[in-house]
């Protein structure tokens, strides 16, 4: 008779740690206890968690929710063990999203699923997670972690996110959009998480390794590119609240091109003057790298464009001075028209 049949399988034979697990979830506890906010009911380790939305301000609110992940980006995170920021990517994907509709981020939930769960490098994860919470204003009020052996080989790993916000009724976006309406471009902190299967693509075709100095950046090549995506959830929130916002669009896959419409109006477009900000650095390194022409970079990245918001031309003036007050960088780089689609002056490359 073998020794497993003598003795017993356990559940950590098969090779998933449950004791692991729980002390994972009480090193995270002090992380998700910092996100607290009005509202919030219930902490880490129940079945489900508990919202008072009465609490949180909201008499007649309509709930509005959002899912998403990191992409392949992960993947720069897995090869170079850097984890710190990639919870940041996490939460702004979802709650950046969520405020483009005129809500406020409230709560968040993670899933994190991975072959073998190490405590160090989950815990980094879900404090990064727990910072993306911060400084969007809402609770990490739950999560899974998954751990699955068979499924994920080695350190690889798999995030993905879950935001609930709310606004009052009638207070949804976009509202009001029309011709002459100004556009506001808020700056990126760089490649934010879309794109990276053809970043990934660029630095092979490079012969750069991850740990070589960005040619764009005095940083490990690795490093720059694992910049976190810009959280725009409280400079946006204030802009609303100062009047005049009409629209918000969070430019991530499809880029300028394709985000932009989704917030238009069918018979209206926008006019969008290339030449009011300039490309960040990691861009240009992509496009002249691997010779990618203006019109992909425009459809694939956010080319330095984070986040547009459609305003009022009247009050224009003002929300810049809101959005810059909160720290942002404020491009006026067109206006919405009467002509439907996307139409590109100036040049970016």
Known sequence: MS??????????DAGVDIDAGNTLIDRIKPASQRTARLGVMSGLGGFGALFDLKAAGYDDPVLVAATDGVGT?????????????????????????????????LFFLDYFATGKLELEAATTIIEGIAEGCTQSGCAL??????????????????????????????????????????????????????????????????????????????IP????????????????????????????????????????????PDNLGAEIDLGTWELPGVFRWLSETAGIAEAEMLKTFNAGIGMVLVVDPHQAEAISSVLQDEGETVFRIGAVTETPGIHYTGKLL
């Open 221 to 264: 090549l690795g490093a720059a590119l694992l910049t976190p995506t810009r959280l725009y959830v409280k400079p946006a929130l204030n802009a609303m609240r100062a009047g005049g916002v009409h629209a918000l669009a969070h430019i991530t896959g499809g880029g300028l091109t394709e985000n932009l419409p989704r917030v238009l």
């Open 73 to 105: 980006k992960l993947r720069i995170a897995i090869d170079t063990g850097r984890y710190d920021t990639i919870g940041i990517d996490l939460v702004a994907m979802c709650v950046n999203d969520l405020v483009c509709q005129g809500a406020e981020p």
């Open 3 to 12: 020794d497993a049949k003598k003795n017993g399988l356990t559940y950590a």
């Open 141 to 218: 009020i739950g999560g899974e972690t998954a751990e699955m052996p068979g499924m994920y080989h080695g350190d690889d790993f798999d995030l993905a996110g879950f935001a609930v916000g709310a606004m009052n009724r009638g207070a949804f976006l976009p509202q009001g959009v029309g011709s002459g309406d100004v556009l506001l471009g808020l700056a990126s902190d760089g490649v934010h998480s879309n794109g990276y299967s053809l970043v990934r693509k660029v630095v092979e075709v490079s012969s750069h390794d991850w740990d070589d100095t960005a040619p764009f950046a005095d």
